[in-house]
């Protein structure tokens, strides 16, 4: 990566188009995006690029269907020790980039590159494709009948994909990557603005391991403004794309809604938010209030509550009286000092407080018959409501604040989640077994131990936690497509 | 003229200032009329601090005990959020003591003396306090949550002045002394200020309430403004029998959703009527923006063009709201409608004092309302030359609540009093934007998500 200083004072970095094993450096007709929060970046013309990013010639993934799985994971597996952070000058740029452009603090970001080679490893991939596609469906056709018998087969085709994938977690670039490279797909992945390095920086290293390996070889990354139609219109089309994984909601949604025409299959990762519930008991006893305060931090606390499974509202079993509420109140300032023991490497003060939400705090600490602030936007805070009410701004809670909410049945509160509420950490464990059901029949797609955050919690068995679900649905089993072949006779 | 204008602002009578014609405030300089602002700043903090919770507890927060400059109010001065920073169930579940405790720590007047019985809705609560010598009114925030201005009977005199003032200034038609007929696609009363305002300016104008023609000869539920958003999710859940709703709002609700489907055909029949029946006289025609070129394209598509009399006032505002307007609008409305220009103005409804547009499309501050330009850590900037940030405006004529309001709005503002119009005062340009707007407009994307954006997704699919 070259980096420029076409002005004073600003520096432009130089991201190529990755197309098929090669390396498009931006040239005369380079285009300039980003500035107003991150660095500028400049990258080729993504309309003189837009047909050679997607396969027009679904034949053309022959090379991949007839590589066995085994080599592709032989493949990922070298790949993924040299992304370490740092031994990987392109990784390093992503993440300086990263850092530029995104919420996250170094310390905090330099472990989230930190898990990118983990993510690589043998063991982990052949876990996750068993778990979820399985091997012999995508290496060959599948008997499903009785043996010697069976006129039936089915065989997991890889499909040509597009990924618009979010940049708040840079840990989605390294993801799909590895979903696609899995189920033997074509893939296009658009970067966002808020990242738009990682998923360049990955592939690059893969071009360096062989530019001629197949799945080098289906691989494209690419940036344009999203909504560029001349650019969409090439490539957004059912000849050419076949599925099409769009991060992000409305974000990502509102520019590709127009192209969405039955032929190409919408896989919607949804943006999601993440609540905890907190049971009558954390509020009896000192051990029991310590023990959730720390839990609320950490499940609130993790990736500075970036990421959608960060616990925004915390629900807590508890009346409105007086009392009650000094105990909240107390709840709250135990929570408060809970986000400082976090490990830096999960949590720090962020980078600069939000303005619209010191706005917010600064709006409502007037009100003190309703609201109690303890704490602040430049370094963590909670908000007690003093009645059942989460505050306006509760979907937009970030940088580890959290807001307390007293609810006096709380069973009730399943009623208030739905399709959008990803992960629910509940204490006690009592409480957990109690509601998941209810919880899950109104859309919340995770329940875990209060603190027991998804990346940390693996118990005594790492494995259990490879090739699970994600948001309610298995990606990897939806990026294939699902073949059948019968005769007349037996094979 | 220097001499006669210093005098023209008495410090101990701020709201006699929109008495003043307004060339003669506009011929004022900055650097004379910021002196007496600043007077009357340092005395409205004084008076309001010991009466004023809300207030009190801003300054005592940020370690402000007098204000010496024009610039020291900045960090007292309210977040617009603080007019509705109540739990909406207050609403929900009719608790209006609650909902009077948290108003009465906005404003000097007791609220809490207020006898509160029978209430059932939110307009009868507003009723109650303004019978008690409130002007309550309030606007709507995009939430759909109400922001309540505590304004009150002693501030109406000025503030009805300064609404004439600002009408006259932005179109050349006085309709207090003069009988000029007004058409307004709205609502005949309510307590949205604006329609609150129009109510209350209407009995001191020439033509009166007989002159003043709306779209709806029936009030604005305050309370299914303040309810929409709750009832439009309890509805999408099949939930709206168990949010006990009284009846009579939900059939207010239902009539007003049925209104809206044919709004457009509505208007058209609406104002088609008053231009046959108003032709060749002066009328004075409000709107929004992009409603009023609706109909105007609409009207110029099937051959009409109004007949008024071409000194006319049309006054329109609120933007285009995503309604693709083609790019000579203003000619063709002019066009339509008969005048010789649009009328526009710039303001918030927490402060009284709006910016009249003039000839050269700038909108220039009266002397009672101090502006303030703001960077991004809400730091003045300085008031010299052309500044672009964020709006901020200390309202010299409210008495019993706090006049300081930053807005969400970014403006461009010219501090030199040099607009070729002629005006003096400080002035914005025609670009003003909302942040929360310009904050949307980047290429990121974010897996953490929002209800709003669910929602924002469920409006653009319903409306293709």
Partial sequence: MTVLASRVGVTVFDIPFLIRGRVIEPGGDGVEFGGRVGARFRTPDARAYADQLVLADAGALQDLADTPIDEIIDFLAELGPRLALERNPLMQAAFGLALDAGELTEPILRDVYGQFPALFDRHRLELQVEKTVGKAYLDGWVEQGRAGRSTTRVRAIGTRNMHIIAGNVPMTAAVTVVRSALTKGDCLIKMPSNDPFTATAIVRSMIDVDPDHPVTRHFAVAYWKGGDEAVERQIYRPSRIEKLTAWGGMASMKHIQKYLVPGIELIAMNPKLSISIVGHEALEGPAAMQEAASGVAHMAGHMNQTACSATRVVYVECGTDEEDLERLEEFGQAIHEAFFQLPESESTIPKCPQPDLEEELGAISLEEEFYRVIGDAASAGVVVSRTEEPVDFADRLTNRIVNLVPVADIVRVTGWVSEETQTVGIYPESLRTKLRQDLALHGVQRTLPLGATAFVYTGEDADQTIGLPHDGTEPMRRMVRWVIDQSAAPA | ?464
């Fill in chain 2, 1 to 464: 003229m220097a001499q006669v204008s210093a005098s023209v602002l008495d410090p101990e009578n701020a709201a006699g200032w929109p008495a003043v014609p307004f060339e003669v405030l506009f011929g004022l300089s900055r650097q004379e009329v910021e002196p007496v602002q600043q007077e009357v700043l340092v005395r409205r903090f004084e008076q309001l601090r010991p009466v004023v919770a809300a207030l009190d507890k801003l300054a005592t927060r940020q370690g402000v005990d007098r204000l010496a400059g024009l610039d020291d109010v900045v960090p007292v001065m309210f977040d617009h959020r603080v007019l509705k920073s109540y739990p909406l169930s207050l609403i929900e579940k009719r608790q209006f003591d609650r909902l009077t405790g948290w108003l009465d720590r906005l404003t000097s007047v007791d609220l809490l003396a207020v006898s509160l019985g029978g209430l059932a809705s939110v307009d009868d609560w507003i009723e109650r306090l303004d019978a008690a010598g409130m002007i309550l009114g309030h606007s709507s925030g995009t939430s759909g949550k109400l922001s309540f201005i505590p304004r009150s009977q002693q501030e109406w005199p000025a503030w009805r002045d300064a609404y004439r003032q600002m009408r006259v200034a932005a179109s050349g038609v006085d309709t207090v002394s003069e009988t000029v007929p007004s058409f307004a696609p709205t609502y005949r009363f309510g307590h949205h200020m604006s329609i609150k305002q129009a109510s209350l300016y209407s009995s001191y104008e020439a033509a009166g309430e007989a002159g003043r023609h709306v779209l709806y000869d029936y009030p604005m539920s305050s309370d299914l403004m303040s309810l929409a958003g709750r009832l439009r999710q309890a509805e999408e859940r099949g939930e709206l029998d168990k949010l006990a709703i009284d009846p009579g709002l939900l059939a207010k609700r239902a009539q007003l959703i049925e209104a809206s489907r044919h709004r457009d055909e509505d208007l058209q029949r609406w104002f088609t009527k008053l231009a046959q029946e108003y032709q060749g006289q002066k009328v004075w025609i409000a709107g929004v923006s992009a409603e009023m070129t609706r109909l105007a394209l609409r009207g110029l598509e099937s051959g009409v063009r109004c007949q008024f009399s071409p000194d006319s006032a049309l006054l329109t505002g609120g933007g285009m709201k995503g309604y693709a307007a083609p790019d000579d609008w203003q000619q063709r409305i002019m066009d339509f409608y008969g005048v010789r220009r649009i009328s526009s103005l710039y303001g918030m409804s927490e402060c009284m004092g709006t910016a009249p547009r003039c000839t050269e499309g700038y909108y220039h501050f009266l002397p009672y309302t101090i502006p303030y330009l703001l960077d991004a850590d809400f730091v003045p900037l300085p008031r010299t030359g052309t500044q672009t940030g964020r709006m901020a405006l200390f309202d010299l004529l409210a008495e019993t609540y706090w006049g300081g309001f930053i807005s969400s709005d970014r403006v461009t503002m010219y501090w030199d009093d040099d607009c070729p119009c002629g005006w003096k005062g400080p002035r914005l340009g025609p670009d003003i934007a909302r942040f929360s707007d310009i904050e949307g407009e980047d290429d990121k994307i974010t897996c953490a998500g929002t209800a709003q954006a669910y929602n924002d997704f469920m409006d653009y699919i319903s409306g293709i």
